[in-house]
């Protein structure tokens, strides 16, 4: 009968109660004294210091940057997001595993860096464009860890050995896979020109938002933050050709810039000149107006004064246009009414 002070015993305690209890009678029989201490007591102190390693071995140090998740008998339990000191079943009854979540991680694919050593991987480099030309493609995938529980329970992963990625992770060939899988497709689709030179923002983004998707499907737990195209190149065999082909296309629109500098230098001169031109004609334009409107209103103005006096405007238009005509000889009015004649003025040269 258990006494009344006492607490009931979990499941637990009673099972481990009964896993040392068959240990020690399989064990004590032979050892039955050592020493002349009974084997018993020896068994149950070494079980008590064992305990207590156990027992301590299942404290463990949360950084901020780090996810706990643990497991108890096989049934995951969500992870643990508060920093600092833990303690949880250590092994075999439980296991805790920390990832780090905040900090980026990389991929390189088409290339391995090691130290200050950087080499090409052609296996992964070499993909087809969509105007069926061969380029040597290489690329920087940065990514982290969004779903602890999906990033090491949904994904079984054999572990990428060249990049220290072990088993079970899918940041190891699920996601190198599925990189490639989504590089391909995006430069499957697209020109060798747009991928050496005009549009590799584009392709980046598309590989980015293909990449993402892939994931997800998977339901990987990794986010991928960027995707950044380092050399792009044709393969080494026909790089030559290429170059000069790219050094033509560079020539072609530095000469084009260059007559867009001269076009946009140009035209606002001739803008400016038409402008100048068209002012200068109105301008003169308004000028004959106004003045063929003054010598018809003085044409009329002369022609209401001859009305009036034919004779005497006719005689003072005359002697007008003589004075205009003839503006510095010496000129003489001669009255044939008066008396007058030529013979008084001569000889003409002598007058004043």
């Given at each position: 009968?258990?006494?009344?002070?006492?607490?009931?015993?979990?499941?637990?305690?009673?099972?481990?109660?009964?896993?040392?209890?068959?240990?020690?009678?399989?064990?004590?029989?032979?050892?039955?004294?050592?020493?002349?201490?009974?084997?018993?007591?020896?068994?149950?102190?070494?079980?008590?210091?064992?305990?207590?390693?156990?027992?301590?071995?299942?404290?463990?140090?949360?950084?901020?940057?780090?996810?706990?998740?643990?497991?108890?008998?096989g049934k995951f339990y969500p992870p643990l997001q508060s920093a600092g000191l833990h303690w949880h079943w250590p092994a075999p009854v439980g296991e805790t595993i920390?990832?780090?979540?905040?900090?980026?991680?990389?991929?390189?694919?088409?290339?391995?860096?090691?130290?200050?050593?950087?080499?090409?991987?052609?296996?992964?480099?070499?993909?087809?464009?969509?105007?069926?030309?061969?380029?040597?493609?290489?690329?920087?995938?940065?990514?982290?860890?969004?779903?602890?529980?999906?990033?090491?329970?949904?994904?079984?992963?054999?572990?990428?050995?060249?990049?220290?990625?072990?088993?079970?992770?899918?940041?190891?060939?699920?996601?190198?896979?599925?990189?490639?899988?989504?590089?391909?497709?995006?430069?499957?689709?697209?020109?060798?020109?747009?991928?050496?030179?005009?549009?590799?923002?584009?392709?980046?983004?598309?590989?980015?938002?293909?990449?993402?998707?892939?994931?997800?499907?998977?339901?990987?737990?990794?986010?991928?933050?960027?995707?950044?195209?380092?050399?792009?190149?044709?393969?080494?065999?026909?790089?030559?050709?290429?170059?000069?082909?790219?050094?033509?296309?560079?020539?072609?629109?530095?000469?084009?810039?260059?007559?867009?500098?001269?076009?946009?230098?140009?035209?606002?001169?001739?803008?400016?000149?038409?402008?100048?031109?068209?002012?200068?004609?109105?301008?003169?334009?308004?000028?004959?107006?106004?003045?063929?409107?003054?010598?018809?209103?003085?044409?009329?103005?002369?022609?209401?004064?001859?009305?009036?006096?034919?004779?005497?405007?006719?005689?003072?238009?005359?002697?007008?246009?003589?004075?205009?005509?003839?503006?510095?000889?010496?000129?003489?009015?001669?009255?044939?009414?008066?008396?007058?004649?030529?013979?008084?003025?001569?000889?003409?040269?002598?007058?004043?």
């Amino acid at each position: 009968m258990m006494p009344r002070n006492r607490k009931p015993q979990s499941q637990l305690e009673r099972d481990l109660l009964t896993l040392f209890t068959r240990i020690r009678d399989l064990i004590e029989p032979p050892f039955s004294k050592i020493g002349g201490f009974k084997f018993n007591s020896l068994f149950f102190v070494g079980l008590i210091a064992i305990g207590i390693v156990w027992f301590l071995s299942g404290f463990y140090q949360v950084q901020p940057s780090e996810l706990a998740a643990r497991k108890l008998f096989g049934k995951f339990y969500p992870p643990l997001q508060s920093a600092g000191l833990h303690w949880h079943w250590p092994a075999p009854v439980g296991e805790t595993i920390r990832e780090t979540v905040e900090e980026a991680r990389r991929l390189e694919l088409g290339f391995r860096t090691q130290g200050n050593q950087i080499s090409d991987v052609s296996a992964e480099a070499l993909m087809i464009t969509g105007d069926l030309n061969i380029v040597d493609v290489q690329m920087i995938v940065q990514y982290r860890i969004n779903d602890l529980t999906n990033f090491l329970f949904q994904v079984d992963d054999p572990g990428d050995v060249d990049r220290g990625v072990g088993q079970g992770s899918p940041d190891g060939m699920t996601l190198k896979d599925a990189t490639e899988a989504a590089l391909r497709q995006v430069v499957g689709k697209s020109s060798i020109d747009d991928i050496l030179t005009v549009n590799k923002d584009q392709v980046q983004l598309e590989t980015l938002h293909l990449l993402r998707r892939i994931l997800d499907d998977y339901s990987s737990g990794i986010e991928v933050l960027e995707v950044r195209l380092q050399n792009v190149r044709p393969p080494d065999d026909v790089r030559d050709a290429f170059d000069d082909v790219v050094r033509a296309r560079v020539d072609k629109e530095a000469r084009i810039n260059e007559a867009l500098a001269y076009q946009q230098d140009q035209l606002p001169r001739a803008r400016g000149d038409a402008e100048k031109i068209i002012n200068a004609a109105a301008a003169f334009k308004e000028e004959r107006i106004l003045k063929a409107k003054g010598e018809s209103a003085r044409f009329l103005s002369v022609l209401e004064e001859y009305q009036k006096a034919k004779e005497v405007t006719r005689t003072r238009l005359y002697l007008e246009k003589m004075e205009s005509v003839l503006p510095k000889v010496p000129k003489y009015v001669i009255e044939p009414e008066s008396g007058g004649s030529l013979l008084q003025f001569l000889p003409l040269g002598e007058s004043k």
